[in-house]
Each structure stands twice: as C-alpha cells, then as structure tokens.
C-alpha cells in the first residue's frame, strides 16, 4: 500500500490549503484515512480522520471549523481542507490509513495506522 501527499505549500495567516491523498495498491475496503502533523520539536499530533466509505469522521480541537476531511471513493483520495489558517498550523502533513479500524474514539491514535505516506510541508507566514 502506498499513500501519497500533495497539496502544501507556503500561504499567509487566514488562507487556505486543500491537501490530497492518493492511496493506492493492497485491498481497499473501508479504511480510516487520516491526517496527521508534526512541527519542528514537537510530536506528531492529530488533526482529522475520516471512514473511506461510511463516513464518520473525527477532527483535533485545534482545527475543528476551519478543517474539513473528505473523500473522493473511486480516486481512493482522501482530502484536508484548510481555512483560516494560522502560524500554529505550520508543520509536515501526513496521511495514514488504518484498513482495521477500530471504534471512532481510537482514530485520533497514531499506532492504530499502518500505513504512511511522504509528508507536505505546509507553512503558514504571520
């Protein structure tokens, strides 16, 4: 299984990003797809996740309004779209896929995710 990131790129304070994810190869049935993003120094933490084929989805606090997570079924993409963005938002993206996913309160765990993709840099000037 491969996921591949794209999207990022440098914006002012209050623009917006789309993020996408390709995810391809392995068997494909309804995964979980994630985002999640580490800044310079800091862990990685989670921002969205949302389930391929059933919906649901799941968002950080600190994103929850101005993000929205959505998928395209038959591309096998999954999208990130950024408003409003801040300085804080400024880190490495990257999207996962968990293809067992558990209930929704264990998708913001980064362990549940096997596979990864690349990362994009997003970076948000003041």
């Known amino acids: 299984v491969q996921l591949q990131a794209s999207g990022g790129g440098l914006v002012q304070a209050g623009g917006s990003l789309r993020l996408s994810c390709v995810v391809s190869?392995?068997?494909?049935?309804?995964?979980?797809l994630g985002w999640f993003r580490q800044a310079p120094g800091k862990q990685r933490e989670f921002v969205a996740a949302i389930r391929r084929i059933t919906g649901g989805s799941r968002y950080a606090d600190s994103v929850k309004g101005r993000f929205a997570v959505s998928t395209e079924v038959a591309k096998k993409t999954v999208f990130l779209q950024m408003n409003s963005l801040k300085p804080e938002d400024t880190a490495v993206y990257y999207c996962?896929?968990?293809?067992?996913?558990?209930?929704?309160?264990?998708?913001?765990?980064?362990?549940?995710?096997?596979?990864w993709g690349q990362g994009t840099q997003v970076t948000v000037s003041s």
């Open positions: 996962a896929a968990d293809f067992t996913p558990g209930p929704w309160s264990t998708w913001q765990d980064s362990n549940q995710y096997t596979s």
């Open positions: 190869g392995g068997a494909f049935s309804n995964p979980v």
